[in-house]
């Protein structure tokens, strides 16, 4: 018999979300599921943005015919569409960021895993707790940690806890670290971080020789104009930063599939002998042999979010959610539950009773009031005591569910 992936056996259960679907379905076993209201997993809910689906009719009508007809494309992605993020994302905010330091692709999640294919073995990596747990699962996977703790998390990662005391903000570890796992806003928290706060992040980097892996997925959620949306914006960061942005939350492209990631050409490693590698060749590389490119169709569906229409749509989309979240932290606050976050993100930290754990609140909740949230322990040891609502989901549910939790 062939032998299986070891790393794999190291994962101490199932993925975070498959659990909460597991416990939902075994719920609906014994009451109905049509009265759940799932504020758990930050999928969106509303329909795409016109100006997207236009531009994805009008090319499916091209690839009808021999001249608008389009095979493979380029693995990097079409030029048009990385000219327009560098132009309405970067260029415009002051970050000196090129087209061709852009790859286009089918999701962060993919790309903050497989970035390790271009990393060696034995650099050492730092993650927040919480985090989001794909960070510590595709390290688990890939060789990069060693055994899982009794206590939670696994040996070989430092791991930074953001809580209560410290804001939800990291510190900065004493020691040097190779690679630095950042996401802000983040999720799950919703915390932020300032400019002069992220200035010493990346002053860290570059004394240390270390990475950051800057995940901004929800930096179109960003209310206070004092807080960074790229890790670009800080001086430095060019030679110590990949960046990961995505189109799945700000424009609906969770069920369409279309993100990016940023490499400046600035950003090396080095060899065992010693030799500067540029990061940006390595990813080139891996990006051409191992996939093909986002779909055409879907490409210029991204494209148009950068039109009058598109920015107008997805501001809606935008504040949509964030109106939600707004509603989500008045009325728990109002019901006596300490609340965090939902203010420069889609996504609300709250403290559960003190007589129950993360996951009992998460099955108090769905037994009693038919609401799927997701337990703050699932993103890490320090997450526990901690629960996690998403904004995502429709006006009237949003307040359905919270009329329900505040009359349990």
């Known amino acids: ?13 199932g993925y975070l979300f498959p659990e909460i679907s597991k416990r939902v379905s075994l719920h609906t ?9 799932k504020l758990g997993i930050g999928d969106v809910t509303e329909p795409l943005p016109k100006a997207c689906v236009k531009a994805m009719n009008n090319a499916l009508k091209e690839m009808e015919t021999h001249a608008g007809f389009k095979g493979y494309g380029p693995e990097q992605g079409y030029i048009w569409l990385r000219e327009k ?26 790309d903050s895993s497989n970035i390790l294919d271009i990393l060696g073995q034995d650099n050492s990596i730092a993650v927040t707790d919480p985090v989001y747990p794909v960070y510590v699962d595709s390290n688990v996977m890939t060789g990069r940690t060693g055994n899982p703790l009794e206590e939670g998390g696994y040996e070989g990662l430092t791991y930074l806890p953001i809580n209560e005391d410290n804001g939800f903000k990291p510190q900065i570890p004493q020691q040097k670290v190779d690679i630095i796992y950042l996401c802000f806003p983040n999720n799950p928290t919703g915390a932020t971080v300032s400019r002069k706060e992220l200035k010493r992040w990346v002053d860290y980097a570059i004394q240390n020789n270390s990475l950051i892996f800057f995940d901004a997925a929800y930096e179109a959620f960003i209310q206070d104009e004092d807080i960074p949306h790229s890790i670009y914006e800080i001086e430095g960061a060019k030679s110590c930063a990949i960046e990961f942005r995505s189109f799945s939350k700000n424009a609906g492209f969770t069920g369409v599939r279309c993100a990016y990631t940023v490499i400046p050409k600035t950003l090396s490693g ?20 191992k996939f093909n490119g ?29 109106n939600n979240a707004s509603i989500m932290r008045e009325e ?13 993100a889609p996504y609300v930290w709250m403290k559960v009773p003190e007589t129950m754990s993360s996951w009992d609140f998460f099955d ?11 337990p703050g322990s699932g993103f890490g040891k320090a997450g526990e005591g901690y629960f996690r609502l998403s ?12 009329n329900r939790i505040t009359n349990i």
């Open 29 to 37: 076993q014994k009451k109905s599921s049509e009265n759940i209201i």
């Open 85 to 110: 993020i560098a132009n309405n994302e970067f260029l415009s905010k002051g970050c000196k960021i090129n087209p061709d330091e852009i790859f286009i692709s089918d999701g962060s999640k993919c």
């Open 1 to 13: 018999m062939v032998l299986v992936n070891e790393n794999y056996l190291k994962l101490k259960a």
């Open 364 to 374: 108090y909740l769905l037994d009693k009031a038919n609401i799927v949230g997701t």
């Open 391 to 402: 904004a995502f989901n429709s006006l009237d549910n949003v307040v359905d569910a919270m």
């Open 332 to 344: 728990l606050q109002s019901s006596g539950f300490t609340v965090f976050g939902g203010t420069n």
């Open 270 to 289: 080095k060899n065992l002998n010693g030799e500067k590698i540029q990061l940006w060749s390595l990813w080139n590389r891996r990006q051409s042999t």
């Open 294 to 322: 986002v779909s055409y169709v879907v490409q210029k569906g991204a494209e148009a979010i950068y039109t009058k229409e598109g920015k107008e749509e997805v501001k809606h989309l935008i504040d949509f959610y964030m």
